[in-house]
Structure formats: structure tokens, C-alpha cells
């Protein structure tokens, strides 16, 4: 290892004492040591110097005021372990410089083997499949190269993917453009800090600033963040699409007119229930537990048949079971002649008289500037990106940007006397909907072991004992509905800067979903359950559960994480309300069109992955019927 790929020796010195504080020796599992610190070391230095930089002088900040370094380990532990429980600036140093020793000291084999976990998964991947010779690289690409196609469609997840392959199948010449790169089964092999590192926007930093600290993890990849995700498939609730289609004047979204389309995704991603053969132990004692407080509770439907429970389907799909769009609609779009450019960014719409007719890009890796002129232009971008590509033109609407809905979430696990292993299991296999129309949906959460440990925000030998009985914890979820509180404007270089305030009944349903959640564990037999909550962190009786109850809670309280970004560019009746009409069609701009996540109209309640396919399925089709309607005019 090279100094450059080190931590600075006084920041080095604080990381391992922090490393043998935070991580000491427990039962079968080894303490924090050297080979923490260096795997820490590798980790954020393939992330690049300023990585190694940022951690060093969060180091040194925590060692000036906590002394870390001239106190025994067990004394750092008490201390970092109550920090940890503090108030927001303490908590939130001590997170940051904890979190990272956490992740590198369980990306190793010892502690799999000790847990029985798989360490990584071999692959499965023989000569790379004919369609992907219509793939071309974007470093392969020489400088000033120009397109011209039908439709050029900016990103291959949830929204893009499909307008691709339904507007190849209608005959017409698409082009594609994705940022990430085409990973195959074969590189999705495990490993927690890497394959996010590979796999994720920012490494997985993007997110929200406000009265809380929310992560909003994305994918960069061709498949998006469908390519990321557990594979659960939800229908947008008649509810919801009846409060669409009366309240927000989109009749076209009524349960009766959305069927088709919700009928066409699921038969392509071949949805199904989960397999009962691996739902694992998390489903078990759920169900258990639900069953004794009389909640209902059932296993979630998936897309991904031939599921072996490989358990880390938020870092790829090892056997290609679960069917994103890299899977399920890129390649056929490809097989019928689709192009597709990767590691190629959009940085504009090429604008003609006020008519979009293509987009600028530049390949990532050389810098070269790319064009892809097309009579119709889709952006697919995602909600946080979409709206930044239309802001930075000044394209859209006032709306542009606002109405930001995120599916605020959070965790709460439990250690039992029964073997388990979530690890080895489908991650969100099973639910409990008993408080559905309440906003609050209850669903698996499990990670792999390498992941494991960052959920817990204690410190010390309880961290530990805790992570040597992994193969006994069992997670769940709490996601909330959500009103639009958060807003996306263009930040530093081409990153969204994101801001949401979590407000009181969003809060509210965070208690009250964790609070039944906990319920649940303790009456499936939980010998003590763990809420991602400050002051609650370790419930054991129902007493404690009186006092979460009635607890004061503050949105800083909460560790949260949200995977639904939804409304930045909404769909309305008119520019008075929304981006995008209910053509997809962006007002002001002709031939541009956004179909993604930010044109859904308002929290759906559930999981959204199908609510966008479905939206893009009808997009593609009204899409295909105008672009035919002009060649014959």
C-alpha cells in the first residue's frame, strides 16, 4: 500500500483505537485491529484521495473531543456508545467514524464462516449474450460523434428501460443512453462496501438535507436502481389511483384504465408471490408474531422466479433470477436493434426553435462529446436527476423540481433464541399490511453480514454480541406514506442538491409503525428488539414499549433511509399543477418527454418499481401512436 493510499499516521493511530474500541473481541467473532484499519484504507482510497482525506480529519476532529486515543477501549466504548445516543452533532460524528470501521472489519471471511454466511458467490456468466453487441461503450466512442434515431430514451431503469423495449417492439429506431455501465450477472458477486461502491450513485452518498439526515441511495447502472433493489412488485392501490384520477383531475389513471398496463409489466417481469422455499426465518417468526395480535400479514410478490435466496439482492442479482430491466427489458429491446451507449452522460437537450431534438452527452470516462439527435427526446434520468437536466435549461414548469415525495423508512430488528439467517433468505420477502391504509407498511429488511453491523448504531461489546448472534437477528422495515415535502434544485457539479422536512404525521407513523413492529418481535418470542431510534434503542418488555408509546419524538431522532424518490416533475391536467401532461409530454417544450419516477403524481403507498413500469407501458404506447401519426401526416 502506497502513503497515498493511507491515512495520515495521527488520523491512522485514531482509527485503530477507535477499531479496537468499537470492535472488541466477543465469542467467535475477532476484534477491531490493523486489518480494520487497512481494509477501511483500501475502501476509501479506490474512492479517491479526497475520501481518504474527509474520513482523516473526522478522525481527528472525534479524537479532539473525545480523546479516544489516551482512554481505555472499554472507557472509548462507553463513551462513543452513549455519543452514539446523543443529541444529533455527536451522534452524527461519531456515526461517521464509526460506520466505516463497522462496514471494512465484516467485509472478510472470518466472520461469514463463523455465521455460516456466504463470503461471495461464484460467477455464473460463460461468453457475454449476441444482443450485447448492440452495447457500445462510451470510451469507445470517438469525439464529436453524432446519432440520429427515433427516440433517444436518457436511462435504463424502471422508466427507461421499459419506453425502450415497447417502443422498439412498435417498430421504432431507439437509442439509449445510460450513465452506469452494463454489469452481467457475473458481476454481481457480493461483497456489502464494494458492490455499492461500483453499483451506486455517489457510492451510495446521495440524499436529503433538513430536520433530518436521510439517505436516498441510487443505482448507476444499466437497469437503474431496478438492478439494486429486493424485487418486490406492488399495484398501485385503487385507492390511490382513484384519488388521481377525482382529486388531481387524471382520469387516464383510473384503476380501469391502468389494468392493462399493470397486466403487461407483470406478465413481463413474471411476477409471482415470494417462494415460501426461501423466505427464511424472518417470515417465520413474523408471522408468528402477527398471527398472536391478530395482524394481517402475508408474503410479498416478486419478480424473480427461480429466487435461490442468495440474500443480496441490494447489490445485484447473482443468478439473474430477479427480472430488472437489465434483465427483463433492455435485452430484448437490444434484440430487436436498440442502441445503447454506456458510461455516456447527458448534460442537455439540443433545442431547436424551442422543440427538443436530441441531447448533448459526454462519454465518462474520455470526455468526448457525443450527440444523439432523435424526433423524440425521454428523459429518464430518475427523480433527483431528471429535474436538474430540465432546471439547468431552464425547461418545465415552476414545478419543476418540487413535490418531492421519498418513502421515509427506518428499521427495527430483533435477536431470538431460533436460528434465523436473514442473510440467506429472500431480504423483503414478507409483509404486514394491517396498517396499510394507515400509511405504514411493515416489510423485511435483512442485509448481509458485511452490511450488518451499520445498522446498529451501538458501540462496543454489545455491538458485538449482538453481530456474533447474527444468524439470530431478524429485520424489519417501517416505510411511511408521505406528503410531498422535499424539493430538488441543481447542486455542486452535476449532483441534485436534495432538501425534505419529515413532518409531524410522517413522524407520527414512524412511531407507531415501529412501536408494531417491536410488538410483533416480542410476541414471537424476541428475546430483545432494536429500533433505529434514539433513546429506544434495546426493547425488552412492554414497558418499554409503554414508553415509546408516549415518547416525544424528534425527526433527528431516527436513523432513515428512503429508496422511493417520487413527483419532481409531476404528471397534471395543466402546467398549473404539474411538469408533464398525461401524454408524458413536458409543457413548454415540444418533443421532450420525462417517464421515471418524478412524473408519479403522489405517494402510491406501496413499493413504486411497477407504478413507473406501468406509467411507462402507457407512456410508450401514446408515444408510438403520435410519432406514426406524424410520419403519415
Same mark, same amino acid.
Given at each position: 500500500?502506497?502513503?497515498?493510499?493511507?491515512?495520515?499516521?495521527?488520523?491512522?493511530?485514531?482509527?485503530?483505537?477507535?477499531?479496537?474500541?468499537?470492535?472488541?473481541?466477543?465469542?467467535?467473532?475477532?476484534?477491531?485491529?490493523?486489518?480494520?484499519?487497512?481494509?477501511?484504507?483500501?475502501?476509501?482510497?479506490?474512492?479517491?484521495?479526497?475520501?481518504?482525506?474527509?474520513?482523516?480529519?473526522?478522525?481527528?476532529?472525534?479524537?479532539?473531543?473525545?480523546?479516544?486515543?489516551?482512554?481505555?477501549?472499554?472507557?472509548?466504548?462507553?463513551?462513543?456508545?452513549?455519543?452514539?445516543?446523543?443529541?444529533?452533532?455527536? #451522534?452524527?460524528?461519531?456515526?461517521?467514524?464509526?460506520?466505516?470501521?463497522?462496514?471494512?472489519?465484516?467485509?472478510?471471511?472470518?466472520?461469514?464462516?463463523?455465521?455460516?454466511?456466504?463470503?461471495?458467490?461464484?460467477?455464473?456468466?460463460?461468453?457475454?449474450?449476441?444482443?450485447?453487441?448492440?452495447?457500445?461503450?462510451?470510451?469507445?466512442?470517438?469525439?464529436?460523434?453524432?446519432?440520429?434515431?427515433?427516440?433517444?430514451?436518457?436511462?435504463?431503469?424502471?422508466?427507461?428501460?421499459?419506453?425502450?423495449?415497447?417502443?422498439?417492439?412498435?417498430?421504432?429506431?431507439?437509442?439509449?443512453?445510460?450513465?452506469?455501465?452494463?454489469?452481467?450477472?457475473?458481476?454481481?458477486?457480493?461483497?456489502?462496501?464494494?458492490?455499492?461502491?461500483?453499483?451506486?450513485?455517489?457510492?451510495?452518498?446521495?440524499?436529503?438535507?433538513?430536520?433530518?439526515?436521510?439517505?436516498?441511495?441510487?443505482?448507476?447502472?444499466?437497469?437503474?436502481?431496478?438492478?439494486?433493489?429486493?424485487?418486490?412488485?406492488?399495484?398501485?392501490?385503487?385507492?390511490?389511483?382513484?384519488?388521481?384520477?377525482?382529486?388531481?383531475?387524471?382520469?387516464?389513471?383510473?384503476?380501469?384504465?391502468?389494468?392493462?398496463?399493470?397486466? #403487461?409489466?407483470?406478465?413481463?417481469?413474471?411476477?409471482?408471490?415470494?417462494?415460501?422455499?426461501?423466505?427464511?426465518?424472518?417470515? #417465520?417468526?413474523?408471522?408468528?408474531?402477527?398471527?398472536?395480535?391478530?395482524?394481517?400479514?402475508?408474503?410479498?410478490?416478486?419478480?424473480?422466479?427461480?429466487?435461490?435466496?442468495?440474500?443480496?439482492?441490494?447489490?445485484?442479482?447473482?443468478?439473474?433470477?430477479?427480472?430488472?430491466?437489465?434483465?427483463?427489458?433492455?435485452?430484448?429491446?437490444?434484440?430487436?436493434?436498440?442502441?445503447?451507449?454506456?458510461?455516456?452522460?447527458?448534460?442537455?437537450?439540443?433545442?431547436?426553435?424551442?422543440?427538443?431534438?436530441?441531447?448533448?452527452?459526454?462519454?465518462?470516462?474520455?470526455?468526448?462529446?457525443?450527440?444523439?439527435?432523435?424526433?423524440?427526446?425521454?428523459?429518464?434520468?430518475?427523480?433527483?436527476?431528471?429535474?436538474?437536466?430540465?432546471?439547468?435549461?431552464?425547461?418545465?414548469?415552476?414545478?419543476?423540481?418540487?413535490?418531492?415525495?421519498?418513502?421515509?423508512?427506518?428499521?427495527?430488528?430483533?435477536?431470538?433464541?431460533?436460528?434465523?439467517?436473514?442473510?440467506?433468505?429472500?431480504?423483503?420477502?414478507?409483509?404486514?399490511?394491517?396498517?396499510?391504509?394507515?400509511?405504514?407498511?411493515?416489510?423485511?429488511?435483512?442485509?448481509?453480514?458485511?452490511?450488518?453491523?451499520?445498522?446498529?448504531?451501538?458501540?462496543?461489546?454489545?455491538?458485538?454480541?449482538?453481530?456474533?448472534?447474527?444468524?439470530?437477528?431478524?429485520?424489519?422495515?417501517?416505510?411511511?406514506?408521505?406528503?410531498?415535502?422535499?424539493?430538488?434544485?441543481?447542486?455542486?457539479?452535476?449532483?441534485?442538491?436534495?432538501?425534505?422536512?419529515?413532518?409531524?404525521?410522517?413522524?407520527?407513523?414512524?412511531?407507531?409503525?415501529?412501536?408494531?413492529?417491536?410488538?410483533?418481535?416480542?410476541?414471537?418470542?424476541?428475546?430483545?428488539?432494536?429500533?433505529?431510534?434514539?433513546?429506544?434503542?434495546?426493547?425488552?418488555?412492554?414497558?418499554?414499549?409503554?414508553?415509546?408509546?408516549?415518547?416525544?419524538?424528534?425527526?433527528?431522532?431516527?436513523?432513515?433511509?428512503?429508496?422511493?424518490?417520487?413527483?419532481?416533475?409531476?404528471?397534471?391536467?395543466?402546467?398549473?399543477?404539474?411538469?408533464?401532461?398525461?401524454?408524458?409530454?413536458?409543457?413548454?417544450?415540444?418533443?421532450?418527454?420525462?417517464?421515471?419516477?418524478?412524473?408519479?403524481?403522489?405517494?402510491?403507498?406501496?413499493?413504486?418499481?411497477?407504478?413507473?413500469?406501468?406509467?411507462?407501458?402507457?407512456?410508450?404506447?401514446?408515444?408510438?401512436?403520435?410519432?406514426?401519426?406524424?410520419?403519415?401526416?
Amino acid at each position: 500500500m502506497s502513503p497515498t493510499d493511507r491515512l495520515a499516521e495521527p488520523a491512522r493511530h485514531v482509527a485503530l483505537a477507535l477499531a479496537r474500541a468499537v470492535l472488541p473481541p466477543v465469542g467467535r467473532l475477532p476484534g477491531g485491529d490493523e486489518s480494520t484499519v487497512e481494509r477501511v484504507e483500501a475502501t476509501l482510497a479506490a474512492a479517491g484521495p479526497g475520501a481518504l482525506r474527509g474520513y482523516g480529519a473526522l478522525l481527528t476532529a472525534l479524537d479532539r473531543v473525545a480523546r479516544i486515543t489516551t482512554r481505555p477501549p472499554e472507557e472509548a466504548a462507553d463513551l462513543l456508545d452513549r455519543w452514539a445516543d446523543a443529541e444529533l452533532p455527536r #451522534r452524527s460524528l461519531v456515526l461517521g467514524a464509526t460506520t466505516p470501521l463497522k462496514l471494512a472489519h465484516f467485509d472478510a471471511p472470518e466472520p461469514h464462516d463463523v455465521l455460516g454466511a456466504p463470503w461471495r458467490f461464484a460467477s455464473l456468466d460463460t461468453d457475454p449474450p449476441r444482443w450485447m453487441q448492440q452495447v457500445t461503450p462510451g470510451r469507445d466512442l470517438p469525439a464529436d460523434t453524432e446519432v440520429e434515431c427515433d427516440v433517444v430514451v436518457v436511462g435504463t431503469g424502471a422508466g427507461g428501460g421499459v419506453v425502450a423495449k415497447e417502443l422498439t417492439d412498435a417498430g421504432l429506431a431507439v437509442v439509449m443512453v445510460e450513465e452506469g455501465d452494463y454489469h452481467l450477472r457475473g458481476d454481481f458477486t457480493g461483497g456489502g462496501v464494494e458492490s455499492i461502491r461500483r453499483f451506486y450513485r455517489d457510492a451510495g452518498m446521495t440524499g436529503s438535507i433538513g430536520n433530518a439526515l436521510i439517505p436516498i441511495p441510487m443505482g448507476r447502472l444499466v437497469g437503474g436502481s431496478t438492478a439494486i433493489n429486493t424485487g418486490t412488485c406492488w399495484r398501485t392501490p385503487d385507492w390511490v389511483l382513484d384519488r388521481w384520477a377525482s382529486d388531481l383531475g387524471l382520469a387516464d389513471l383510473a384503476p380501469g384504465q391502468m389494468e392493462p398496463y399493470f397486466d #403487461r409489466v407483470e406478465r413481463q417481469l413474471q411476477v409471482e408471490d415470494a417462494d415460501p422455499a426461501v423466505l427464511g426465518g424472518v417470515a #417465520r417468526v413474523v408471522a408468528r408474531g402477527a398471527d398472536a395480535l391478530g395482524y394481517s400479514h402475508r408474503p410479498l410478490r416478486r419478480n424473480a422466479p427461480g429466487c435461490d435466496g442468495s440474500g443480496i439482492c441490494d447489490l445485484g442479482c447473482p443468478t439473474g433470477a430477479r427480472r430488472s430491466t437489465d434483465v427483463s427489458y433492455v435485452p430484448p429491446a437490444l434484440e430487436r436493434g436498440a442502441g445503447l451507449f454506456t458510461g455516456v452522460r447527458v448534460d442537455g437537450l439540443v433545442l431547436e426553435n424551442g422543440r427538443a431534438v436530441g441531447v448533448h452527452c459526454v462519454a465518462v470516462e474520455t470526455g468526448a462529446p457525443i450527440t444523439v439527435r432523435a424526433r423524440a427526446t425521454v428523459l429518464a434520468c430518475g427523480t433527483l436527476l431528471t429535474p436538474v437536466l430540465l432546471q439547468r435549461q431552464g425547461l418545465g414548469t415552476r414545478h419543476t423540481g418540487r413535490h418531492l415525495s421519498i418513502h421515509p423508512a427506518t428499521t427495527v430488528s430483533a435477536l431470538f433464541d431460533e436460528e434465523i439467517r436473514g442473510f440467506a433468505a429472500i431480504p423483503q420477502g414478507y409483509c404486514v399490511d394491517e396498517f396499510h391504509r394507515d400509511g405504514i407498511l411493515l416489510m423485511g429488511a435483512s442485509v448481509p453480514v458485511d452490511l450488518g453491523a451499520a445498522q446498529f448504531s451501538f458501540a462496543g461489546r454489545h455491538l458485538m454480541e449482538v453481530m456474533d448472534a447474527y444468524d439470530r437477528v431478524a429485520s424489519m422495515g417501517v416505510m411511511v406514506s408521505d406528503r410531498p415535502r422535499g424539493r430538488v434544485r441543481p447542486g455542486p457539479g452535476s449532483r441534485p442538491l436534495v432538501t425534505y422536512w419529515l413532518g409531524r404525521e410522517e413522524n407520527e407513523r414512524l412511531r407507531r409503525g415501529t412501536e408494531a413492529m417491536s410488538r410483533i418481535f416480542l410476541a414471537a418470542g424476541a428475546r430483545e428488539v432494536y429500533p433505529a431510534l434514539r433513546r429506544h434503542r434495546a426493547i425488552r418488555n412492554v414497558a418499554d414499549l409503554r414508553r415509546l408509546a408516549a415518547a416525544r419524538i424528534s425527526p433527528a431522532d431516527w436513523l432513515l433511509t428512503a429508496f422511493h424518490p417520487l413527483g419532481t416533475c409531476r404528471m397534471a391536467a395543466s402546467p398549473d399543477g404539474g411538469v408533464v401532461g398525461p401524454d408524458h409530454a413536458v409543457f413548454g417544450t415540444p418533443g421532450c418527454y420525462v417517464v421515471d419516477g418524478s412524473t408519479v403524481p403522489g405517494a402510491p403507498a406501496v413499493n413504486p418499481q411497477v407504478t413507473i413500469m406501468a406509467l411507462a407501458t402507457r407512456a410508450a404506447d401514446l408515444l408510438a401512436a403520435r410519432l406514426a401519426q406524424r410520419a403519415a401526416a
